[in-house]
């Protein structure tokens, strides 16, 4: 199992520890202690499964240890690990509530999943005591049914995909991919809720956030903190075939928020300016963009202008979106441009790399300057 560590805003990567021995990778927990990170993972010793394809390993045991790039291997036998196995064990993982410091486990026996609450800082002092009641579901759920139907046939059980608490609340996150293994639709993924303090079970709601990804694959739940809000909000995460590549995979991560929005607005990106291209200026107010939700529906929208003493005098990339701006299908929309000949609007588009072009300019009618203070689209 290999661990990566990314800077949030940038993406940069800034360490590696690779795990041996561990399992999986189901799911895991990360905890801030001062400024190091302890992370809780699953851990051997292995449950090993032998599908058609290739074996794949579990660990039965969880356990807990500091992220630290200096120590790039981590075997499983370590002496240094503290391990403690769910009972009855065939597969197990952790995850971790930042708002109440609370230790999910997640393990496996027979067909069922079972789910238990421990607290974290006395579970990392080997204090296995449950905390409430255990929860319990299917190994392999049912496919619950669709609206509208599927285009395809559906896997008839569940992938189960992650697991996180927030508050009194278990969220499952699972996926029924397309039953034809070649088709070029992704499936569909559910996010289920279960009430810890009365154990009801909410009905499965369909995920439609990131639409863009061909392969599209669920992958993982975690509750944050934003450092710039102090708003606890749920992500979750999905992955997907880099196109033109067979084997390398990005990472879409997306967020639930949990405050309520003000006058129907809610801000889940705030302002961040955006990079512009070589060659391009700021105008009075450096471009910016923000992400806001109305009505359950994200927009991208943007603000400021530049402009280009030469001119632009063919399909240009104008600037670079942060990070948290980039959507995951293209969007454009109309904004003003110089007037030039009677033509006064140019289109801008931000595609799921980030980058920001313009279309409309030519070598006989070049813009020389944008305005994107309209630039309003649907993002998700």
């Given amino acids: 199992m290999i661990v990566n560590r990314l800077d949030r805003r940038t993406g940069a990567h800034t360490g590696t520890m690779q795990l041996v021995g561990f399992g999986h990778g189901l799911s895991l927990g990360a905890v801030p202690v001062g400024t190091d990170t302890y992370l809780w993972t699953e851990c051997g010793p292995l449950q090993v499964s032998v599908p058609p394809a290739k074996p794949i390993a579990f660990g039965k045991a969880v356990t807990r240890f500091k992220f630290d790039p200096d120590r790039p291997v981590l075997k499983a036998d370590d002496a240094s690990l503290r391990k403690f196995i769910p009972p009855g064990s065939e597969g197990t993982g952790p995850s971790y509530g930042p708002t109440t410091d609370m230790l999910t486990l997640m393990h496996v026996k027979g067909d069922m999943r079972y789910f238990t609450r421990y607290d974290a800082t006395r579970a990392a002092e080997g204090d296995w005591t449950p905390v409430g009641a255990t929860l319990s579901m299917p190994k392999k759920p049912d496919t619950p049914p669709v609206v509208p139907p599927p285009k395809s046939p559906l896997n008839?059980?569940?992938?189960?995909?992650?697991?996180?608490?927030?508050?009194?609340?278990?969220?499952?996150?699972?996926?029924?991919?397309?039953?034809?293994?070649?088709?070029?639709?992704?499936g569909y993924t559910f996010l289920t809720s279960y009430t810890w303090s009365t154990g009801v079970r909410a009905e499965?709601?369909?995920?439609?956030?990131?639409?863009?990804?061909?392969?599209?694959?669920?992958?993982?739940?975690?509750?944050?903190?934003?450092?710039?809000?102090?708003?606890?909000?749920?992500?979750f995460g999905f992955s997907n075939t880099v196109p033109g590549t067979t084997s390398e995979r990005d990472v879409t991560i997306c967020w639930y928020p949990t405050e309520p929005a003000v006058d129907g607005v809610k801000v889940l990106a705030d302002w961040e300016e955006l990079d512009l291209a070589p060659g391009l200026t700021a105008g009075a107010e450096r471009p910016r963009g923000c992400l806001i939700a109305l009505a359950g529906t994200t927009y991208l929208q943007l603000r400021g202008t530049l402009s280009s003493i030469r001119g632009l005098s063919a399909d240009s990339q104008i600037a670079t979106l942060p990070h948290r701006l980039r959507p995951t299908v293209q969007v454009?929309?109309?904004?003003?441009?110089?007037?030039?000949?009677?033509?006064?609007?140019?289109?801008?588009?931000a595609n799921i790399r980030g980058e920001l072009w313009v279309f409309g300019a030519y070598p006989d009618n070049a813009i020389t300057w944008i305005d994107l203070d309209s630039f309003s689209a649907v993002w998700r």
């Fill in 156 to 186: 008839e059980k569940l992938t189960f995909q992650g697991f996180q608490t927030l508050g009194d609340i278990l969220y499952v996150y699972e996926w029924a991919p397309y039953a034809v293994v070649d088709h070029e639709y992704p």
């Fill in 204 to 235: 499965p709601v369909v995920v439609t956030s990131a639409p863009g990804p061909q392969h599209r694959e669920p992958e993982g739940l975690a509750v944050e903190i934003d450092p710039a809000t102090q708003e606890p909000r749920l992500l």
């Fill in 332 to 349: 454009r929309h109309n904004v003003p441009r110089n007037n030039n000949a009677g033509r006064y609007i140019c289109r801008v588009e």
